[in-house]
């Protein structure tokens, strides 16, 4: 049974940072591609970041990069999303899924981590 979980949001101020956490389960987490996602309302989910062992990583989302850093780690079947310098607009539900080579979601979505970035 695929399983994946985010946490770590909260409520930031304008330049702060944080550390998104995927944690997974049943499935060989090192073999998969990881890609983080974000929704607000009335808005499509958007593919924030993309990482795989041999894959690399990839940042869909242009707004995000030099600011959104992907990580995982295979011993802990975890992948990370450090954000930095974060903005109103970064504001969503993140979210994170196994996805394909091009960073399209497989449609595993587990439980979300609300991002509030604001004064």
């Known amino acids: 049974d695929v399983q994946l979980q985010a946490s770590g949001g909260g409520l930031v101020q304008p330049g702060g940072s944080l550390r998104l956490s995927c944690e997974t389960s049943?499935?060989?987490?090192?073999?998969?591609?990881i890609g983080w996602f974000r929704q607000t309302p009335g808005k499509e989910r958007e593919g924030v970041a993309c990482i795989g062992d041999r894959y690399g990583s990839t940042y869909p989302l242009e707004s995000v990069e030099g600011r959104f850093s992907i990580s995982k780690d295979n011993t802990k079947g975890t992948a990370y999303l450090q954000m930095n310098d974060l903005k109103p607009e970064d504001t969503a539900v993140y979210y994170c899924?196994?996805?394909?080579?091009?960073?399209?979601?497989?449609?595993?979505w587990g439980k979300g981590t609300q991002v509030t970035v604001s004064s």
């Open positions: 049943g499935f060989p987490f090192h073999e998969y591609i």
């Open positions: 899924a196994t996805v394909t080579p091009l960073c399209r979601p497989l449609d595993n």
